[in-house]
């Protein structure tokens, strides 16, 4: 689910939001053209306010990322930048830090322990 949303994090709720529709479009769970959910209903689910998804859907239109269609709310952009490929240089640095964490003896979840410490 690329829904994550951490209201103990310093980082702004919308922004959350904004990067949980990036972060799904760049894995794959959703693609070009889709529907996103009225901010009503993804605000209830996130247990935000309407307003902070509105504020990050105005965001994601404002980064070319989300289309408005009257009547027919948000949905991924046709020209949005982001899919699958995007992440080739990310996983190759991912791959890079756990095989020199695995030199120092660690495993991939303390791997990510610490990208969680540092983010």
């Known amino acids: 689910m690329f829904w994550a ?13 904004a990067a949980s529709v990036v972060r799904g479009l760049r894995t794959g769970e959703l693609s070009v053209g889709e529907q996103l959910p009225p901010a009503a209903e993804l605000a209830g689910a996130l247990s935000v306010d309407r307003n902070t998804v509105l504020a990050a859907y105005r965001q994601l ?16 952009a046709t020209d ?19 095989d020199l964490a695995r030199r120092y003896g660690l495993d991939p979840s303390d791997v990510i322990t610490l990208v969680k410490e540092l983010s």
């Open 80 to 98: 949005a930048e982001a899919g699958p490929g995007d992440l080739t240089p990310v996983r190759d640095a991912v791959r890079a830090t756990v």
């Open 61 to 76: 239109r404002d980064a070319g990322i989300l289309e408005f269609r009257r009547g027919r709310g948000a949905r991924i």
């Open 5 to 17: 949303i951490d209201h103990t994090s310093p980082q702004r709720l919308q922004d959350q939001v």
